[in-house]
């Protein structure tokens, strides 16, 4: 028998029985969530019809939603027609009623009062608080983005001082394909980062020859993207990887789901 995991006084979430020792007349079981209702409608010009990625943090007395605005619409022809994505931000006290922030710094088709926040983004765009206690002041929030400048093939950190003004730092990583909400947070149970990212493992040919790939081809268009995904035999995966401190990483772990 598999021996259940020591936490200590931490709360977890039970998943399952890993952290169970012994139990009677109970049992683990998933309950039905409940809907509660709409908490906030994008309905904006700039949210558009591709509004999401949500990014949900406490920030003192109340929480900040990040979230992305896109526009996702295809022509008569069947070509997508996307306009570049804008990074929205709004904030709620009890989780329920959310307002948008009234940033009010750039302007999207003559609109001066809005929640845009001014820095690039992408659809991919993440943002997260660093707890570590060793993170400097003006770098405390951190924005990941994996689709800059239109580009999939590496994984970029900006930094923040106040959550709203960010600055391009540097890439962070390059082994993934990165064209999706791609996380890291600080675990100060083990003192390190974890960063969770999209890749994609499998094998190409080069005539008779197979071609083990670690790391996909530089991804150009979403064109490219398909081509690799269904004719060359690529599977999309989940990885993760740690680091003390943004910097050093160690090797990639494939996420496994099993069957």
């Known amino acids: 028998m598999t021996q259940p995991i020591a936490i200590g006084s931490r709360r977890e979430v039970c998943w399952d029985e890993a952290l169970i020792d012994t139990a009677e007349n109970i049992r683990v079981q998933m309950h039905t969530p409940e809907y509660r209702g709409e908490v906030m409608h994008w309905d904006m010009p700039w949210e558009g019809t591709g509004a999401g990625c949500l990014s949900l943090i406490p920030d003192g007395d109340l929480q900040r939603m990040y979230y992305v605005g896109s526009e996702m619409d ?115 149970a083990t003192q390190q980062y974890f960063l969770f990212y999209r890749g994609y493992h499998g094998f190409a040919t080069d005539g008779d020859k197979p071609l083990a790939w670690t790391t996909p081809p530089k991804i150009e268009t979403e064109a490219d993207l398909e081509i690799q995904i269904h004719c060359l035999g690529l599977v999309r995966d989940v990885r993760v990887r740690t680091s003390p401190d943004l910097v050093t990483w160690s090797a990639p772990q494939r996420l496994d789901f099993g069957d």
């Open 74 to 188: 295809v022509d008569a022809a069947g070509n997508e027609r996307l306009r570049p994505a804008v990074m929205c931000c709004a904030e709620t006290t009890d989780g329920v009623h959310f307002t948008r922030s009234q940033i009010n710094e750039r302007s999207f088709s003559g609109i001066a009062q809005n929640n845009l926040l001014p820095t690039p983004g992408g659809v991919s765009l993440a943002i997260f608080r660093d707890t570590n206690p060793a993170c400097p002041e003006t770098e405390r929030y951190k924005a990941l983005c994996g689709d800059f400048a239109g580009q999939h093939d590496s994984l970029w950190l900006f930094v923040s001082a106040d959550g709203i003004h960010f600055e391009k730092q540097r890439i962070l990583i390059e082994d993934g394909a990165f064209d999706s909400l791609n996380t890291v947070f600080w675990d100060n």
